[in-house]
């Protein structure tokens, strides 16, 4: 079993910069891609950014330019940093990982239990 904590939320100005992370424990060989994901009040899920093995990286459009997403395979950690918040990423964000627990067992997803962005106006 594999258990994704994330930290860092909280309440910022609009303006401000937050820096969120997820640390991965438990029974892990290797973790393919991680990401973040964030679902706004009364909206769907949508993914935010998302980070290879290899660090090549992909973002929403609503973020680029002001998130970074960044992995740090040693310690099985991805982090976001967010600058240049605004309201509109206000949100629950969570982390997602695909994780293989054994040398010849298939990728499998595990969810964080997400931490909560407010931006203020």
């Known amino acids: 079993q594999v258990q994704l904590v994330e930290s860092g939320g909280g309440l910022v100005q609009a303006g401000g910069s937050l820096r969120l992370s997820c640390a991965a424990s438990?029974?892990?060989?290797?973790?393919?891609?991680m990401g973040w994901y964030r679902q706004p009040p009364g909206k769907q899920r949508e993914m935010v950014a998302t980070i290879t093995l290899s660090s090549s990286t992909a973002y929403a459009d609503s973020v680029k330019g002001r998130f970074t997403i960044s992995r740090d395979n040693a310690k099985n950690t991805v982090y976001l940093q967010m600058n240049r918040l605004k309201p509109e990423d206000t949100a629950a964000y969570y982390c997602?990982?695909?994780?293989?627990?054994?040398?010849?067992?298939?990728?499998?997803?595990?969810w964080g239990q997400g931490t909560q962005v407010t931006v203020s106006s």
């Open positions: 438990g029974s892990i060989v290797s973790i393919k891609t």
């Open positions: 997602n990982a695909n994780v293989r627990s054994g040398w010849f067992e298939s990728l499998k997803e595990y």
